[in-house]
């Protein structure tokens, strides 16, 4: 233990995600041993990062107002949302330019170890913008793995009675895979979501 | 299919080795705890992306290195392949197949495949149902590499559904019992039972198609085992396999009764279990369903092998689910899996070493490992090399390790640098100085012959002569020479001694001690103190402690402990060599055997 405001920091950057006591030590010590100023930048953007971003109202992905970029958009789709873990996967899905739909950012999966229930994900926000009457299909985008997987199928069962059209992102087959090597399970889901062809 | 060469940086004792092989039969001779099994292990590494003898891959790294790297030239069907994998403990290991970029482990799996026979294979007959599980799924895997995918994310699914079970447990249990919630409560209760079903649905569905792929894998299996046990044990016996599944009743009779249900059908058993147990489950906070639980028995005619099979039958077992395993992957690649045979003739009596040499002798490459050469039947006869501290070398060592002459010069770092990978014979540590046993030139050192075959003398303080001679009178007088002298070392080689479950505990919980770990304790230790009696320099171990210290040599027995207390006993414990033993408290005899 340090005196005061020393283990003070220590403890902060303790909570911060994937900084273990070892590591916030560290940061700590470099922190009382870098230059005033540098350290002045630091703690100015992050109180700057606090006031000025936000998360969007409607959709919870970053924005620099009540609204992210793209729910201000009037020329976006309207019928369609397309919900992910995080922000950084609309970042992802933008850059194809594939979808014109609007997004809904969950903040995170279904992830009992780590203690996440549905309780902390952004659900019922998404349930209560089902009511949207022009709203016709809701494609899931978590992530491919064990928890993406089960957010999606939890979403898809509480969803589903509202009649509105469910569609999971089609997962599959790696480009440049080699079908020997695939697994059981990215093998089936390849199967379950193949296309015709003619 | 074949290695046709070998290379190690860094991989347990080996801070580098390059071994060059060919077809048919290379034999490595050494002492133990002269490395041999960790080449072999290497490759095996290599294979199934594990080892055979510790589930972590801290004790591969040797002693002081950051990364192990293994490299492998594999040659089928004419073509060569490179593989080169980068152990990192306690991180992602790295891979690559031929000039590649670097990939994922898993994908190096099926490149090289390997049929490993070790001491350690005992416990597939006379072990937990893990060990039986972990050889189903091994083969599965060496089959057909993608169950790789399908068994990890088994496991992670596995570990989700249990965080949920035991994370639910108090709000579960109170609602279940019939007690009154708050809104809260229920709520919470509500959402985690809704979020239960996903689990299910993702687990049954993973756990069907695994339980699936291992009842093939069986059925295909359980032909070449009854043939195989019948051809090694030469005679008719009948060697079963039966899957004993945790799935409920109905479906767990026919899956005994040797039928193979639908992947969909087990899948709908999966979510008939998860309903029957639900309150078992919530109880207790764990999955009791699916393949995890599951387990094969083994029977020989009517009775099952485990408890009831003698240690010969054991083995005849234990190898009949090893060469079974080999001719299967042998129809199926349409090329031969490498045969690596780690230690185990010296387990064998002549009987069951001539046939089975004569059952693997026509593989393509097989890899021997042995203490002495003239434990490797003729029938395998080949290249040998010579392992000597962590080299390998075609000419054998003129200095025999018998000829140590015990002084304590070794350094502490040097002790620990071979941990883990390291089977110490203690015999030649326990020699009071001055005294050589066995003929300097000749590795067999106090081999003798008696019993109708070379038996090895007894480590347990009864002379050859002395142990009845009878083979496989294992209970009463053990045969082994290589006494390992620590408790790590008795983890690599558990079945000598039939310390199967010490070993496997000592297996996983294993790992190379930090040098500074044990200077501290040395500097804490109380009690008399002395030079350590292992001869690698551990100066002022206090009596009886060396086990605790770290040391692997061999600790004083009950009486000189007792003399030295009352102070009446020789400080440094040389003098009679009654006086010295092994870790086991086996006593040595005044001739200074065991
Ligand atoms: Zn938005």
């Not at chain 1, 809904?104 to 203690?115: D, S, T």
């Not at chain 2, 994998?85 to 970029?101: F, K, Q």
């Not at chain 2, 003239?374 to 003129?398: H, Q």
Request: charged residues 30%.
């Amino acid at each position: 233990m340090y005196e005061g405001v020393v283990q003070d920091l220590i403890d902060e950057l303790g909570r911060l995600p994937g900084v273990g006591p070892k590591s916030a030590q560290r940061i700590a010590f470099h922190l009382l041993e870098a230059d005033e100023d540098d350290v002045r930048r630091l703690a100015e953007v992050l109180l700057r990062v606090k006031e000025t971003v936000h998360f969007c109202e409607i959709c919870f992905n970053v924005a620099e107002s009540n609204l992210c970029r793209v729910c201000a958009d009037p020329q976006r789709d309207t019928t369609m949302i397309c919900v992910v873990e995080e922000s950084k996967d609309v970042v992802a899905i933008e850059r194809t330019r594939e979808f014109r739909g609007r997004y809904h950012v969950l903040g995170g999966a279904l992830n009992p170890i780590e203690g996440i229930g549905p309780g902390d994900l952004h659900v019922t926000e998404l349930m209560a913008r089902l009511g949207d009457s022009t709203l016709t299909e809701i494609i899931i985008a978590t992530n491919p793995n064990h928890t993406g997987e089960a957010t999606a199928s939890y979403l898809a069962r509480q969803i589903g009675p509202m009649g509105i059209k469910v569609s999971r992102l089609a997962s599959g087959l790696p480009v440049g895979g080699d079908l020997e090597y695939a697994d059981e399970v990215t093998l089936g889901r390849a199967f379950e979501g193949r296309r015709v062809f003619a | 299919m074949r290695l046709r060469h070998l290379s190690l940086r860094d991989f347990r004792s080996y801070s580098e080795a390059e071994v060059d092989l060919t077809e048919g039969v290379t034999t490595f001779v050494g002492l133990n705890g002269q490395g041999k099994t960790n080449l072999v292990e290497a490759a095996g590494y290599l294979a199934s992306l594990g080892s055979h003898r510790v589930s972590n891959d801290a004790p591969l790294v040797r002693f002081g290195a950051e990364r192990a790297f293994v490299r492998a030239a594999v040659v089928r069907d004419s073509r060569e392949t490179v593989l080169e994998l980068e152990i990192v403990p306690g991180r992602a290991n790295r891979a690559r197949v031929g000039r590649s970029a670097a990939t994922r482990p898993r994908d190096i799996l099926g490149t090289l495949r390997t049929v490993l026979f070790a001491p350690e294979d005992l416990a597939l007959v006379k072990g937990d149902p893990g060990e039986r599980r972990r050889f189903l799924d091994e083969l599965l895997v060496a089959r057909q590499p993608r169950w790789a995918g399908a068994r990890s994310d088994y496991d992670k699914i596995l570990k989700q559904r249990n965080a949920l079970l035991r994370s639910a447990q108090p709000v579960l249990r109170k609602g279940s019992r019939g007690g009154t919630l708050t809104p809260e409560e229920a709520v919470s209760r509500e959402t985690t039972l809704d979020t239960l079903v996903e689990w299910n649905t993702h687990l049954a569905a993973v756990g069907a198609s695994l339980v699936y792929a291992r009842l093939r894998l069986l059925r295909d299996l359980a032909p070449h085992v009854a043939s195989s046990y019948d051809e090694v044990s030469a005679g008719r016996s009948e060697a079963r396999l039966t899957y004993v599944s945790s799935l409920p009743e109905a479906v767990a009779h026919r899956i005994a009764d040797g039928e193979v249900p639908e992947r969909e059908e087990l899948e709908k058993a999966f979510h008939q279990a998860f309903e029957e147990m639900r309150q078992r489950e919530i109880d207790r906070g764990v999955t009791l369903v699916g393949p995890h639980r599951d387990d094969v028995t083994l029977t020989l005619g009517e009775l099952p092998a485990k408890g009831y099979a003698s240690h010969g039958e054991s083995w005849s077992f234990a190898l009949a689910l090893r060469l079974a395993a080999f001719h299967l992957l042998r129809n199926d690649l349409k090329t031969d899996p490498v045969l690596v045979l780690d230690d185990v003739f010296a387990e064998l009596d002549a009987g069951r070493r001539e046939r089975l040499a004569a059952m693997v002798a026509d593989a393509e490459q097989v890899l021997i490992t042995a203490a002495v050469a003239e434990d490797v039947p003729d029938a395998l006869s080949g290249r040998t090399y010579y392992v000597t501290k962590g080299s390998v070398s075609a000419e054998e060592a003129d200095a025999a390790p018998l000829t140590e002459s015990g002084t304590t010069s070794g350094s502490p770092a040097d002790a620990t640098s071979d941990d883990g990978g390291a089977d110490h014979d203690c015999r030649r540590r326990r020699q009071p100085r001055g005294r050589v046993h066995g003929r300097p030139d000749d590795a067999r050192g106090t081999r003798r012959e008696f019993g109708g075959g070379t038996r090895d003398v007894c480590c347990r303080g009864r002379p050859p002569d002395g142990s009845p001679s009878g083979v496989g009178s294992r209970s009463t007088g053990c045969r082994r020479t290589r006494v390992p002298s620590g408790v790590s070392t008795h983890a690599s080689k558990p079945t000598r001694h039939g310390h199967t479950r010490r070993a496997q505990r000592t297996r996983r919980t294993q790992r190379s001690r930090p040098a500074a770990a044990r200077q501290q304790h040395e500097a804490t230790a109380r009690g008399p103190r002395m030079e350590c009696r292992c001869r690698r320099g551990h100066r002022d171990v206090t009596v009886g402690r060396s086990r605790r210290t770290g040391c692997r040599g061999p600790r004083l027995s009950r009486q000189l402990r007792e003399r030295n207390s009352h102070g009446t006993g020789g400080v440094d414990g040389v003098g009679d060599p009654a006086d010295l033993a092994c870790v086991d408290d086996h006593p040595v005899d005044r001739a200074g055997r065991r």
